[in-house]
């Protein structure tokens, strides 16, 4: 009979888990969305350089945080995701092999609200950590589709990763702004100059993010509320700007992004993200 009651509690324990109000993270690409700069502020292109809208095939993060005001630091808000990270590449680092890669629209992250502090947030931080995104170039004349895969986080361990069918195996750590690009089943692989990552933060002077980070911040229209007592899901999607967010310098002023003439990669960073409550 003992046995017989545990294992019907913990069917019940289960049951009711799995029946309660869930937070649901979605997310989105945004091709008209506001491009921002590091200070969440409206920029354009800087002279020079041209850029595209990238379509965004996969996407990852690192960490999500709801916080309740301006004033609130990285860290002190309400953690509700941070993926797994390692030392097997020496530093600590990101785990790229146990990364979620989602689709525009998927969902990203879904956990019973009673996980989550109940409060009045006004602000959402993620820590984007990987993307994966297809491009236009140019070469000796012809356009043609390549492929750009990027990792955005603080540091990642990389065990191996895929971009459009080719494995690049590399078992150690890489930093913010590693990226390969593929075109024609060649892939060539760079890493972007330190600090050239946009990160839009609004709240860089009340909160700032650590540099070589990728925490973007974004605000809610309305206070995102968890009473504690609802009793449907809470759907959030976060909203990233693509607009123009893939750059380089010209070399040939042509706005068409040609690697075999010397133009290089500068910022491959989101333009922003906009949470909003579904």
Partial sequence: MFFVFVSCSNDDNAEATLNEPKLIVKFEFDENQIRL???GQPTGIVE???????VFNKMSAHYIELSPNAATLLGDGEVIYKGEETTKGGERAIDFSQAKLISDGETFLEIPLSRVQPGRYTWVRISASYQNASINILNNGNEFEGTIAAFLGYNTYIKSFDIKGNTIELNQNKLQGYWAFEAQDFVVEGQAPEGAVTVPNPLFETSPIPQGSCVLTGRF????????SEKEDLVVTLSFSVN???EWQEVNQDGKYEPSAGETLVDMGLRGVVPKQD
């Fill in 48 to 54: 020079g350089n041209a850029a595209q809208t990238p």
């Fill in 37 to 39: 700069d590091n200070l």
């Fill in 221 to 228: 229209d309305d206070e995102f509320v968890i009473s504690g």
């Fill in 244 to 246: 123009n967010s893939f």
